[in-house]
């Protein structure tokens, strides 16, 4: 089983990805935060293996926050694979960057949604191929 934490401060949106995610024979959804601070205790307290987070969160915060973090001296830091509105350059490289394992738009179809975090789990990445070509370009 994979298990998956959901930071999305729109609740009709976690808990819409949620049952949707739920119904994957191999995902377990362990919990939903709205914000970073609420997204770190639930990975202490539910070690999740994939992190599907939103950039823009409640209170400001940005998703960008969670990469890097490690809740515990001897526990594994979960995947984070963005799911995003912001279909920006400058946050495909952040990612990057920052060592997320995914990044994919809201318009993505929920099989992709699932395959990235499939994949993230495996210890693979998902990045829209387009935009990283764009992210290249740009630099």
Known sequence: MIRV???????????????????????IVVGTAPDL????????????????????????DRGFGLLGDTTDAVAKAPAIVFLSSYDYPAFYALAL???????????????????????AAAGETTFNVAAIARVTASQ
């Open 97 to 119: 960057e920052r060592g997320a394992a995914g990044y994919l738009l809201k318009t993505e179809p929920v099989s992709e949604i699932v395959r990235a975090i499939r994949r």
């Open 5 to 27: 934490a959901i930071v999305e401060d729109h609740p009709a949106t976690a808990e819409g990805l949620a049952a949707l995610l739920a119904a994957e024979p191999d995902l």
């Open 37 to 60: 601070d609420e997204a770190r205790a639930l990975i202490r307290s539910k070690a999740p293996d994939v992190v599907l987070c939103d950039i823009e969160l409640a209170g400001g």
